[in-house]
């Protein structure tokens, strides 16, 4: 063997060594596999932690005789290999080396110490860890102050179900839109909608960058909003939605407590032939067919609505409620594409709380199901405001 190859043949072999210990270290989160102790020591030079973890071998490295563990090689290949090494610290490293104990540690028992404390490492860390979130906030104005969840209200909401919100502030950790305006004023529902369209680029550029993996939103708006706002939340990006709920000892949290509902499609007659279609969500309230717009009066109707109870300003207080209804939704619109093709237009008329609004938009596919209008609920009737998928 040229010198160069012997050379070349030793850094390879560090290499391998140095990702196998790394390896190892994730595995038993820098733990002694056999004490439990920390192998990051206390000390510290003035770059890093002193490490204080010795790769073991449990089958012996070589067959000679001050190699432990050395004639019992049943069935290891490489000894070298990931499955044949312990992270230990020095004093356990010592212990298991020295002939007086081998008795004590014969390979089958050392597997089986590697093996169960890499699986109660893999355990707790599973369960235990934070999962990562960005937090997107919308809120309007709604009797001249804004309503919007604060910052405060924000991080107890996700540390109660282990989310990391807010650790970072504006690129990848807090997305905030503010609708300002009143609902009735002029231009109000084309600015709100530029509104939501900037924060969610800015949302979509750090999902691109891989800054963001995982968001929770946290809206108060009108429910038109609240339906554009789901179409435009993409779907690969895993999203949780939160609510402020009428409930003050909730705040923003759902409630395991609460009573779970289900939802049911209600339809009437079917006209294969109607060109258009209305999609009533009466889960806060009854949808007046007597406040419906003149343009959409005489139009199949499909309607979602709670089973066994009236819509109420609470129903949907447990997160798998929501779910429930969500899917309930969905199956709706499939209904409405197959019974009704010749829609080319459907009516959306919703009294509904923050989330099943914001579902009730994600539902609706781009450039498959027709255009949707939205409609805002006035003093005296229901009034055409956004439309999507035009
Ligand atoms: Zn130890």
Redesign the pocket.
């Known amino acids: 063997m040229a010198p160069s190859d012997a050379r070349d043949t030793t850094v390879k072999r560090e290499r391998i060594k140095e990702s196998v210990r790394n390896a190892l270290w994730a595995r038993t989160a820098g733990r ?1 596999t ?2 439990n ?1 920390r192998l990051l020591g206390d000390q510290r030079t003035y770059l890093h932690s002193v490490l204080l973890a010795e790769l073991a071998h449990n089958i012996g490295a070589t067959d000679g005789a001050g190699s432990p563990r050395s004639g019992a090689n049943d069935g290891v290949d490489d000894t070298e290999a990931e499955e044949n090494l312990l992270l ?2 020095h ?2 490293h010592k212990i298991i080396d020295n002939p007086d104990h081998i008795d004590f540690f014969p390979p089958e028992k050392l597997r089986e110490i590697k093996e169960s404390f890499e699986r109660r490492i893999e355990m707790v860390t599973d369960n235990g860890g934070l999962t990562r979130t960005a937090a997107l906030r919308v809120g309007c104005m709604i009797r001249g102050s804004l309503a919007m969840a604060s910052r405060r209200e924000i991080g107890e909401t996700l540390l109660a179900v282990n989310y990391l919100g807010l650790v970072e502030t504006q690129r990848s950790g807090d997305f905030t839109c503010r609708i300002n305006g009143s609902a009735n004023g002029r231009g109000f529902w084309d600015a709100a909608q530029q509104s939501i369209d900037d924060t969610l680029t800015q949302v979509r550029q750090a999902v691109d960058s891989g800054d963001v993996e995982h968001i929770s939103v946290f809206a108060i708006a009108p429910v038109p909003l609240l339906v554009y706002l789901g179409w435009h939340l993409d779907d690969k990006t895993p999203t949780r939605l939160f609510q402020k709920h009428r409930d003050q000892f909730t705040g923003w949290s759902w409630s395991d407590q609460s009573d779970l509902v289900d939802f049911e499609i209600v339809t009437s007659e079917n006209d294969a032939s109607a060109e258009g279609l209305v999609l009533v969500c009466a889960l806060t309230s009854e949808v007046s067919r007597a406040a419906f717009p003149p343009d959409v009066a005489g139009l199949p109707v499909i309607e979602v609505r709670p089973v066994g109870s009236p819509p109420g300003p609470v129903l949907i207080s447990h997160e798998q409620s929501l779910v429930n209804f969500a899917e309930r939704w969905r199956e709706a619109l499939a209904m409405a594409e197959a019974r009704f093709p010749s829609a080319r237009r459907w009516h959306l008329i919703a009294s509904a709380p923050v989330t099943a609004s914001i579902e009730a938009g994600r539902a609706i596919v781009r450039d498959i199901h027709p255009p949707v209008t939205i409609y805002e609920r006035t003093n005296v009737a229901y009034e055409a405001v956004i439309t999507v998928n035009a």
């Open positions: 002694c056999i004490c102790r230990l610290c004093d356990c």
